[in-house]
């Protein structure tokens, strides 16, 4: 199942990006070591008390050049189409105000849970002033300061308790759920078409026609799949409506209910910078990979280029060394019937699970190859190490010191992992764990 999603709602200046990063906490700030992995700081994971939850702060959705209210309401419309829960702020040192007034009407309509918080209560001799907030209908109150992190466990208490209760699975294990994703005009809803043989999607020359995720159950060689359409991904930063912008969100929340998501690529137009952010959504989730090139048919090819164009993704996509490249025609359908195969060999290699015993001779076999690093003195001991998860797999290693593995050790031992068991498409995820 997806995770909920929360919306922190508000007019300008509450501090809806410093409550945002606050809940977010020091995930925001991480910079990966790995090339071209960025982070969307509109929309982010978070954690509380062992709830697992999406959060997305609409101060960071730019409307364009339209009128102060008319862009408080679209910031407010799209939080209301994608979150489950609404955190909605205001700001205690200036009252409640007409804007205030104006986004309380707009959640009144929403029917999703709202959950008012008072920013800027800075001591307890403020508190006094969120009585006044008991006139915009949405029950208690929450005094916090993003400044100083006070009240926000309470807030949050309140905001996990009114997640919508988890229902059961959406579809049964064996059913193979891929999503695509890539920049407005790069043919998934075409790819989907082909795939599926019949136009149950939109397809337009028209750049983002496709705006909402679509599922499409689907059956071949007895192996059941759900294809997950989604709305092209546009460059941030350029003015556009608000329907594209959220289409982004809507993109991540099919990423997070994939177990497969193919990087659609367009063979015409080659890589663009917007491409490497998109895939390190996925990236990031821990989704299996398949790098997807399609319009393959209108380009003039030789016998090298094909070769040239996987060298040239390589370069550009260093951190999806793992995925496999498929190169396609959704016009033609040329090419076509390689593609799912790669999806259940990624899919089996997303949820394999390796004995410990063959895990540790291949950890123990990579040490002797390559000693583990020292620093200051110390060297780096490796204990043990057990496969703790799939989707993706995840593996913990006992060492002695985890400050003692360093990035560059924890890629080697990750290269003789992928050497030994293929792991083809899938990340794999290492956590270095001292021995208690």
């Known amino acids: 199942m997806a995770k909920p999603v929360v919306a922190i709602v508000g007019r300008p200046n509450v501090g809806k990006s410093t409550i945002f990063n606050r809940i977010v906490g020091e995930r925001i700030s991480i910079v990966e070591d790995v090339p071209g992995v960025t982070r969307d700081r509109i929309y982010s994971s978070a954690e509380w008390l062992t709830h697992e939850f999406n959060i997305i702060d609409t101060g960071g959705i730019e409307i364009g050049d339209e009128p102060f209210l008319e862009q408080i309401r679209q910031q407010a419309e799209i939080a209301i189409d994608e979150a489950d829960v609404i955190i909605f702020l205001t700001n205690g040192r200036e009252g409640v105000t007409a804007a205030d007034e104006e986004v309380a009407k707009i959640l009144y309509r929403s029917n999703k849970p709202v959950v008012l918080a008072v920013n800027k209560i800075d001591n307890p001799d403020m508190r006094d002033v969120i009585y006044d907030f008991y006139a915009l209908g949405f029950g208690e109150p929450f005094p916090i300061s993003g400044a100083h992190g006070l009240g926000l466990g309470d807030l949050l208490d309140e905001v996990v308790k009114r997640f919508p209760k988890s229902s059961k699975q959406e579809y049964d294990d064996d059913v193979i759920k891929f999503c695509l994703i890539g920049r407005p005009n790069v043919g998934k809803s075409s790819l989907v078409n082909a795939i599926l043989g019949e136009d149950r999607v939109i397809v337009s020359d028209v750049a983002g026609t496709t705006r909402d995720a679509v599922d499409s159950p689907y059956t071949y060689n007895g192996q059941k799949y759900v294809i997950i359409d989604t709305a092209g991904m546009k460059k941030k930063g350029k003015v556009y409506e608000s329907t594209e912008k959220y289409s982004v969100l809507r993109a991540l929340r099919a990423i997070e209910r994939s177990d497969v998501v193919l990087v659609v690529l367009n063979a015409e137009e080659g890589i663009r910078e917007q491409d490497k952010k998109i895939a390190g959504y996925a990236h990031e989730a821990g989704k299996g990979i398949v790098i997807v090139v399609n319009k393959w048919d209108a380009v003039e090819k030789d016998e090298k280029t094909m070769n040239e164009f996987e060298k040239k993704i390589r370069s550009h996509f260093l951190f999806l060394d793992y995925a496999p490249i498929v190169f396609v025609s959704a016009k033609t359908k040329k090419r076509l019937h390689t593609l799912l195969p790669v999806i259940n060999m990624v899919s089996e290699n997303h949820a394999m699970r390796v004995q410990s015993s063959v895990l540790n001779d291949v950890i123990m076999d990579a040490v002797a190859m390559n000693p583990t690093p020292t620093e200051n003195q ?47 498409g899938t990340p794999i995820k290492i956590i270095a764990r001292s021995r208690k």
């Open 378 to 424: 110390r060297r780096l001991k490796i204990f043990y190490a057990t496969q703790v998860a799939v989707k993706p797999p995840t593996i913990v290693i006992f060492v002695n010191d985890p400050e003692l593995m360093h990035f560059s050790y924890e890629r080697f031992l990750e290269n003789r992992i992928r050497d030994a068991f293929g792991f083809e």
